[in-house]
């Protein structure tokens, strides 16, 4: 097919009303009718838009396409996709390709085992008791996001890393901000930087007097510490935002799809399949991108060098062709193939980490608050739609016992 087809003039964004977790309604009629079209992104390049779940794995498992940002243009709106970005920095293996992605990616792989994620299953139990025996005792209503879902993951990975339980709380504030959409760009950079001098110094400490954590186990490897403090922010970031979102708009949904909630507590085995059908239908990182190397053949159109391909995952994830009734959220759908995670060499390190914890999540929240409910009208639950989406606050309440 000739590549003259016109281009869509900006990636959809604007999701349905009320229904923060389902994808722009455009994409559904893109991926019907050219699952690979021509797309305008916001700095003027003329790229590719991926719709369909064989295309979007067929992109993101092809090493002729290239993760590294100084290659990229962004598809999503913002200052930042104006601007092309400078080469990552060490230590930021997202960002890179063939070995030296490889050597980061191998380095990594062997310390998130499905065994040693397994290990820290008790731990991330007792954090989980923990925060709900707080939200317990404070009354009968809370906010979920700051008691529950962002604690959490917080706890779990200060602990994967090793950070001293004195300074969590200061470590936490400086990720939640980093992670704050509502946070202005000074302060943001702010808070990085003082995350970043913060783990400095922890890599000395561990450096001189290792422990049984993963920043300890890194420090054996041949890195620097500016790869060694870029690879724990990039795993601070993975494992903070994404289990955070997860959760809190994971619930959301399950409020606001009763009898699938209904069936959870009736079945409480269910759980584990339901966190991947939830990654399926909420796809909180909607979009990704990668760059070609060099022409190439894709859904019948090519590719040319230089060119960026935006992938939807959100669309990737609604296909009828690989999930049938797509749109509609199945806690007992065995939903194989998911993309919440990625696809490829680069899918994401921690899946296995994630996985725990939002399956302990999700089962002590409903075991320990069998009737929790919205305690504001879902239209006034605020929605995160950015690059990730999520809820930055869930009101919820329950009947005290």
Not at 1 to 25: I, Q, Y
Not at 181 to 189: F, L, N, W
Not at 209 to 220: G, I, Q
Not at 276 to 296: K, Q
Request: glycine share 8%.
């Amino acid at each position: 097919m000739p590549n003259s087809l016109p281009a869509v003039a900006e990636l959809p964004m604007t999701r349905p009303e009320g229904r923060p977790w389902d994808p722009p309604e455009e994409f559904a009629r893109l991926r019907a009718e050219q699952p690979l079209c021509r797309l305008t992104f916001p700095d003027g390049h003329v790229g590719w838009l991926a719709t369909s779940h064989a295309l979007v794995r067929e992109v993101l498992a092809d090493p002729r396409f290239s993760s590294r940002q100084e290659l990229m243009h962004s598809p999503l709106p913002g200052a930042n996709a104006l601007e092309r970005m400078p080469p990552a920095d060490p230590g930021m293996f997202i960002r890179a390709d063939g070995i030296e992605h490889s050597r980061y990616r191998t380095m990594l792989t062997g310390k998130f085992t499905v065994r040693r994620m397994r290990q820290l299953t008790d731990r991330i139990e007792q954090f989980a008791s923990e925060l709900l025996d707080a939200m317990e005792r404070q009354g009968s209503s809370a906010d979920l996001v700051t008691a529950f879902a962002r604690p959490l993951p917080a706890l779990v990975i200060c602990d994967l890393l090793g950070v001293p339980y004195a300074d969590r709380e200061f470590f936490q504030e400086r990720t939640a901000t980093i992670n704050d959409a509502d946070a202005t760009p000074e302060v943001m950079e702010q808070a990085l930087n003082e995350a970043g001098a913060f783990l400095y110094e922890l890599v000395k400490a561990k450096r001189a007097d290792p422990t049984d954590d993963l920043l300890s186990d890194l420090t054996k490897e041949d890195l620097t510490e500016p790869e060694l403090i870029q690879i724990a922010l990039l795993l601070l970031g993975g494992g903070l935002d994404t289990t955070t979102n997860m959760i809190g708009l994971g619930t959301f949904a399950l409020l606001s799809h009763p009898e699938q909630l209904a069936a959870l507590r009736a079945e409480p085995e269910l759980i584990d399949g339901a966190v991947e059908e939830l990654m399926r239908f909420l796809t909180i990182a909607p979009v990704s991108a990668r760059s070609a190397l060099e022409d190439i053949e894709l859904g019948g159109r090519q590719v040319k060098a230089g060119e960026t391909v935006a992938v939807a995952m959100h669309a990737a994830n609604r296909d009828p062709e690989k999930y049938p009734d797509p749109d509609t959220l199945d806690v007992r759908r065995r939903a194989v193939g998911q993309l919440g995670f990625g696809h490829g060499v680069h899918q994401c390190l921690g899946q296995q980490l994630g996985r725990i914890e939002m399956q302990v999540g999700f089962r002590g929240l409903i075991r320990r608050f069998p009737h929790l409910r919205l305690a504001v009208p879902a239209d006034q639950v605020r929605t995160r739609e950015d690059s990730f989406i999520g809820v930055y606050g869930l009101p919820v309440a329950w009947d005290e016992v």
